[in-house]
């Protein structure tokens, strides 16, 4: 370039700072509206409870919306930065950031318990997260639970008897408590083994070191929440509603369990088994503020025994009892669920849900405008350095760069704090909206009479 024409360049960049300082400040103008309408997103997520795919309500008109401005803004003469490209900016991060707080693509959550499932959809993307798992920290296994093992008989009589005479061994051993995962809402024929369960039961509550006995319940879902089905009328009066908790999980739209409801919204008394015992070996269990517990299995899995074992074995091995929490449930295909961590017994789930809790380390959500304030900054980034005429390659790599810089620091947040920052959504959001820009930039250079980028965006 000739040196007379240096000067000319140098006061064509001014205008453009200026230009863009212009922008920037109506962008923060902006922003305090988009602060508010972000602040609804924690509103609309709880109004949507298991059923994500409802924000398509809202993320379809937006799309619309969007699409027309980016359509008028390719087809202007002279592609500006300005307020087509400022107003479109905050509604594409509002959908993205709807869509992350309602975690849309995962569709739905189902409950699901003993011999209920949910087959596994190929397009969820639940599973691309899971990475989060590998730098989540595990602790020790509490040394005070252990888990036995019971297989089912063919009649009601049969499982009950094995199970009073399971818990009178508890009591031989000073075991600290049992819990049940078995529904008793089917009554026996014969009522004298009702009776007997019952005496067992009563007999360990009144020991001078009381021995709880708490038992799952079936349930009949209902919207977002359950409804507890009742329980054999001849067992009501040893297993009160105080020692009933639900034994369910939520499963997402891949089919695998990440979390365990706590209570749900408006029934807070219909709590899970694992909240109860939890409780009970520690009072001072801290609860998520919403209710759902993603838990973390812990190093290694619990000790566990089956029945015949305890009941053939020596005193050496019913010792593994002693001072110890017994959870009692089925080792079986039926009662197994896929997880993060493969698939799981439900009883094995619930002990993770109970070491999660008295522990205080389960995973927790970023909050809402974590998403919405890296998708704003990344995006708006992307579209100053479009406008400053950034070759393609050159912001192709940046936002690589970026991206990397946000995966790391979602893996500290993780390994430290075992926050789950959901990168889905800002990394989508962040190319789908370069790539948005390099088509506008491409349509410009085929139209003839268009100026060059840098022209182009400030006239």
């Given at each position: 370039?000739?040196?007379?024409?240096?000067?000319?360049?140098?006061?064509?960049?001014?205008?453009?700072?200026?230009?863009?300082?212009?922008d920037l400040r109506k962008s923060l103008a902006l922003a305090?509206?988009?602060?508010?309408?972000?602040?609804?997103?924690?509103?609309?997520?709880?109004?949507?409870?298991?059923?994500?795919?409802?924000?398509l309500w809202i993320v379809i008109p937006g799309i619309v919306l969007l699409s027309l401005i980016?359509?008028?803004?390719?087809?202007?003469?002279?592609?500006?930065?300005?307020?087509?490209?400022?107003?479109?900016?905050?509604?594409?991060?509002?959908?993205?950031?709807?869509?992350?707080?309602?975690s849309l693509l995962d569709w739905?959550?189902?409950?699901?318990?003993?011999?209920?499932?949910?087959?596994?959809?190929?397009?969820?993307?639940?599973?691309?997260?899971d990475w989060h798992y590998w730098f989540a920290t595990e602790e020790p296994a509490d040394k005070d639970l252990v888990i036995v093992w019971l297989k089912p008989h063919e009649t009601v009589e049969e499982d009950r008897l094995q199970i009073a005479d399971l818990i009178q061994l508890a009591q031989s051993n000073d075991a600290k408590g049992v819990?049940?995962?078995?529904?008793?809402?089917?009554?026996?024929?014969?009522?004298?083994?009702?009776?007997?369960?019952?005496?067992?039961?009563?007999?360990?509550?009144?020991?001078?070191?009381?021995?709880?006995v708490f038992v799952a319940y079936n349930y009949k879902p209902k919207e977002d929440r359950l409804d507890p089905l009742p329980i054999d009328p001849d067992l009501k009066s040893c297993f009160p509603e105080s020692n009933r908790g639900h034994m369910v999980g939520y499963a997402e739209w891949d089919g695998r369990v990440r979390s365990v409801p706590l209570y749900f919204q408006g029934v807070r008394e219909a709590e899970?088994?694992?909240?109860?015992?939890?409780?009970?070996?520690?009072p001072q269990v801290k609860v998520p503020t919403n209710g759902l517990l993603q838990f973390i299995k812990p190093e290694k899995d619990f000790p566990a025994i089956?029945?015949?074992?305890?009941?053939?074995?020596?005193?050496?091995?019913?010792?593994?009892?002693?001072?110890?929490?017994?959870?009692?449930?089925?080792?079986?295909?039926?009662?197994?669920f896929r997880t993060p961590y493969g698939t799981r017994p439900g009883l094995a789930v619930h002990a993770y849900a109970i070491q999660s809790l008295r522990h205080n380390h389960f995973i927790t959500r970023a909050r809402w405008w974590i998403s919405l304030l890296m998708i704003f900054l990344l995006c708006y980034l992307m579209m100053?350095?479009?406008?400053?005429?950034?070759?393609?390659?050159?912001?192709?790599?940046?936002n690589l760069a970026f991206s990397a810089l946000i995966v790391g620091i979602a893996i500290i947040a993780m390994y430290l704090w075992l926050t789950w920052i959901d990168l889905v959504y800002p990394l989508l959001a962040t190319w789908v909206f370069l790539i948005a820009l390099l088509v506008m930039r491409a349509v410009r250079k085929r139209k003839p009479g268009l100026t060059s980028d840098r022209q182009g965006f400030n006239s």
């Open positions: 370039m000739p040196p007379e024409e240096l000067p000319n360049a140098t006061a064509s960049s001014k205008p453009f700072d200026a230009e863009l300082r212009q305090f509206p988009t602060l508010l309408i972000g602040m609804s997103v924690g509103w609309l997520k709880d109004r949507m409870g298991n059923q994500p795919g409802q924000a980016f359509l008028r803004t390719t087809t202007r003469r002279k592609l500006k930065l300005g307020w087509p490209f400022l107003v479109f900016l905050p509604i594409y991060v509002l959908i993205f950031s709807i869509a992350a707080q309602s739905k959550r189902s409950l699901i318990g003993y011999e209920k499932t949910v087959p596994p959809n190929f397009l969820a993307l639940n599973r691309l997260g819990a049940l995962d078995f529904y008793f809402e089917d009554g026996a024929e014969d009522k004298d083994v009702d009776n007997l369960l019952c005496e067992a039961v009563d007999s360990a509550a009144k020991r001078d070191n009381p021995l709880p899970s088994l694992s909240l109860k015992i939890a409780r009970k070996l520690d089956t029945y015949e074992e305890l009941e053939q074995g020596s005193d050496e091995d019913r010792a593994i009892l002693r001072s110890r929490f017994i959870l009692v449930g089925e080792n079986s295909e039926r009662d197994s100053v350095l479009t406008a400053r005429a950034v070759g393609n390659l050159k912001l192709i790599l940046i």
